[in-house]
């Protein structure tokens, strides 16, 4: 079973505006952590934010914030003020467990700004 | 945060040769880990590179194929053996630094190695 579903794979978004990047996981464990990560079309991995599941507060990294509903098992990817340099496609991933470093990716989400 | 750095950047090979990918991280870390991306595919996990004991391979993935090395808390090596082209991915490495508290916990890569087999 997958367990990280990013079901848009492809978004259009205005300069300047906000966009939301869907993630939904899938975990039988109490300890976990969520990561964003954005891949432009150099293919390096750049780390936006990550979420641990005992956080009580969404997690917050400039213009990027994460909305974080548990009991949904969904960790939303917001992007305010959307720049030209945010075109990229943009990955969720999971950690599970506290022992366990290995990243679970989910498919990504190509996002392009528009001028 | 953490310097990654990986050689080559890219390479285009021939079907059969081997290429080995080198991964230099200016921290000391206890593991590192090899991912795969196939074109416009996500990432997935080839091995955890563990220094001063042998790689644990995802299923899928065998060392006969991907032998890895890590001679030291710093580096690592991935050989991509007897390559085919649907061995044409991008190779990245990995490093988990786990922080006092749950928002320290950064995971980061290298650039990556664009490897085209033909």
């Known amino acids: 079973a997958q367990k990280i579903t990013q079901t848009q794979p492809g978004m259009f978004v205005q300069e300047k505006e906000a966009v939301t990047l869907d993630c939904t996981y899938d975990?039988?464990?109490?300890?976990?952590?969520l990561f964003w990560y954005k891949q432009p079309s150099s293919g390096e991995m750049i780390f936006l934010i990550y979420?641990?599941?005992?956080?009580?507060q969404n997690a917050t990294e400039g213009r990027y914030s994460l909305n974080f509903q548990k009991a949904r098992k969904s960790a939303n990817l917001v992007i305010s003020a959307s720049q030209l340099g945010d075109s990229a496609m943009y990955f969720c991933a999971m950690r599970e467990g506290r022992d366990s470093d290995k990243l679970s990716f989910g498919a990504g989400t190509t996002v392009t700004v528009r001028a | 945060s953490a310097v990654i750095s990986q050689k080559p950047s890219r390479d285009i090979c021939q079907r059969g040769t081997s290429l080995t990918i080198q991964c230099q991280v200016d921290s000391q870390v206890t593991m590192m880990f090899w991912y795969r991306q196939q074109p416009g595919q996500s990432l997935t996990l080839i091995a955890t590179a563990n220094q001063g004991s042998e790689a644990t391979y995802e299923s899928g993935f065998v060392i006969d194929k991907f032998p890895i090395s890590r001679p030291n808390l710093t580096f690592s090596t991935l050989t991509v053996s007897n390559m085919s082209p649907e061995d044409s991915s991008i190779y990245l490495c990995?490093?988990?630094?786990?922080?006092?508290?749950?928002?320290?916990?950064?995971?980061?890569f290298g650039p990556g190695t664009r490897l085209t087999v033909l």
């Open positions: 975990t039988s464990d109490q300890s976990y952590g």
């Open positions: 990995s490093v988990f630094f786990p922080g006092a508290g749950l928002a320290n916990n950064e995971q980061f």
């Open positions: 979420q641990g599941s005992y956080d009580e």
